[in-house]
């Protein structure tokens, strides 16, 4: 982790929020290791407001019918960050994006996850070369502190074990 794929998702996100013409809804979730099927039903329940009292008793399958009628109108984008294994949307209710102009994107560790997904684009998000890595780690230097020369090779030597992670430095 730390290369920067969740600010990249959120950035994403923000986008598409700011030019809501593109899409109906955008719906951000965090999936994580030990997410169900119910509760990224929930999430989704909630940002399409159909989730309610009576909604939370149903079977997973009449949920995900309810996720399915509602999202099948509408243009979609899906952001789902941290997926740790295959997640199956259809249980979920996700109606298959390329019907509807509808677009999925999701950040993952794993480049198994993205096979068994079926993806038909990875995008590699890779970790900083050296002089970039340094200058993220310098902007933020004081000017009196840029001048210190063993400030410097100490900085220096930090940076070098951030092994350009943005997140890191």
Do not use: H
Not at 95 to 113: A, C, D, K, W
């Amino acid at each position: 982790g730390g290369v920067g794929k969740t600010t990249l998702l959120s950035q994403i996100n923000n986008k598409f929020l700011v030019e809501s013409n593109q899409f109906d809804i955008v719906i951000w979730f965090v999936v994580s290791k030990n997410t169900t099927v119910k509760r990224i039903q929930e999430d989704i329940g909630k940002r399409l407001e159909i989730y309610n009292e009576t909604w939370e008793k149903k079977t997973e399958n009449e949920r995900a019918c309810d996720i399915n009628k509602s999202l099948k109108t509408k243009r979609y984008v899906l952001l789902l960050d941290d997926m740790w294994r295959k997640v199956d949307l259809a249980n979920i209710g996700i109606p298959v994006p390329r019907r509807n102009g509808s677009e999925i994107v999701f950040t993952t560790r794993s480049y198994e996850v993205c096979g068994r997904m079926g993806v038909d684009k990875e995008i590699e998000v890779k970790c900083l070369m050296w002089d970039d890595a340094w200058d993220l780690f310098t902007k933020n230097m004081e000017e009196r502190i840029k001048s210190d020369q063993d400030i410097i090779e100490v900085a220096r030597s930090v940076a070098k074990r951030c092994k350009g992670l943005p997140l890191a430095l």
